[in-house]
């Protein structure tokens, strides 16, 4: 354990480590890579649970430089019957750049692979762009309100692109991550909003929706997640150099009902109201979970 060493170098060897684990095991991952390109189904699908079992060696390794950095006070629950055979939505509340992180360091290894949607730009991001392309990270192409008013041919296209990324996800037990959400709770985009809730954003649905409608025959359950940086929450280089004493996760399992499951969410708004009431109720609920832990957690 080198915990004893100042935050800054041990932030810095993090970010050496965890790129050294990224130059490590890309070779074996671009070759999957590119073998996965063959047109042949049985193929394709052995290379994408081989391409999984690299991402996941690579989160245990970034875990194991976590663990010899750092000693950080873990308090998880929920843990149990998950399985990796199953698929799964998981949703979380969205704090910090280092959720992802902790959600992946938390269950990596206990459900399947988790993938989540991105932004398209970011498919130019060195290494990890193309690692999530070759991992069938959905890359997803936002259109403003005023764009669609003027090419109104690209409307819906997010919803394509959506179904066209859960098509990959039917062979596989895949686990599906969506911050609700859609940003990071800060106070001022909290006030802007005129968020009801005390600790969270505006949930977004759609996201959401969406999936469930593509996905409706593989996912049934929905990992809700909840967060607590009893210390506060700082950023991914807090994570990283180890200024985060505490973390608190609470998992809960919540099926999700059938009547959402292979529902259009754009064009039927007797579902799209129905899901939106169920979300801000899971939402309401976390809210007042998250009081209840910081309460529980908080220093005398």
């Known amino acids: 354990m080198l915990h004893f060493l100042p935050h800054g170098l041990r932030g810095t060897l993090a970010v050496l480590l965890i790129l050294a684990n990224t130059l490590l095991l890309y070779p074996p991952l671009l070759l999957l890579s590119v073998i996965k390109m063959i047109p042949v189904t049985a193929l394709r ?7 999984n079992r690299v991402a996941v060696a690579w989160i245990n390794n970034n875990g194991r430089t976590m663990r010899l950095l750092h000693r950080l006070d873990w308090q998880v629950e929920g843990l149990e019957s998950l399985e990796q055979n199953q ?15 902790v959600t992946q360091n938390v269950l990596n290894n206990r459900i399947p692979l988790m993938k989540f949607f991105l932004k398209k730009e970011l498919i130019w991001v ?17 259109y403003s309100k005023e764009l669609l008013a003027k090419k109104p041919h690209l409307q819906g296209k997010d919803l394509e692109t959506t179904r066209k990324a859960c098509e990959k996800f039917k062979y596989t037990p895949v686990t599906v991550f969506n911050f609700l959400e859609g940003t990071r709770f800060t106070p001022e985009k909290h006030q ?34 909840t967060i607590v940086y009893p ?30 499951l292979g ?4 064009n039927d708004p007797e579902f799209r109201n129905q899901f939106q ?8 609920q976390k809210d007042q979970h998250i009081t209840e832990l910081m309460k529980i957690h908080s220093k005398p």
């Open 45 to 51: 699908t052995l290379c994408t649970r081989l391409l």
């Open 87 to 101: 698929w799964y939505f998981v949703t979380c509340n969205h704090q910090s750049w280092a959720d992802i992180m």
């Open 126 to 142: 060195p290494l990890l762009g193309i690692a999530w392309w070759a991992l069938d990270f959905p890359f997803m192409k936002r």
């Open 192 to 225: 802007a909003q005129n968020s009801p809730y005390t600790h969270l954003l505006r949930p977004k649905a759609g996201g959401a929706g969406f999936v469930l409608g593509a996905m409706g025959e593989q996912l049934h359950t929905m990992l809700d997640i």
């Open 231 to 260: 210390d506060g929450a700082g950023g991914i280089w807090d994570y990283l150099a180890g200024r985060m004493q505490r973390i608190v996760v609470t998992i809960k399992r919540r099926e999700i009902p059938a009547q959402f």
């Open 263 to 266: 529902r259009d969410y754009v």
């Open 277 to 284: 009431n169920w979300v801000s109720d899971i939402w309401q």
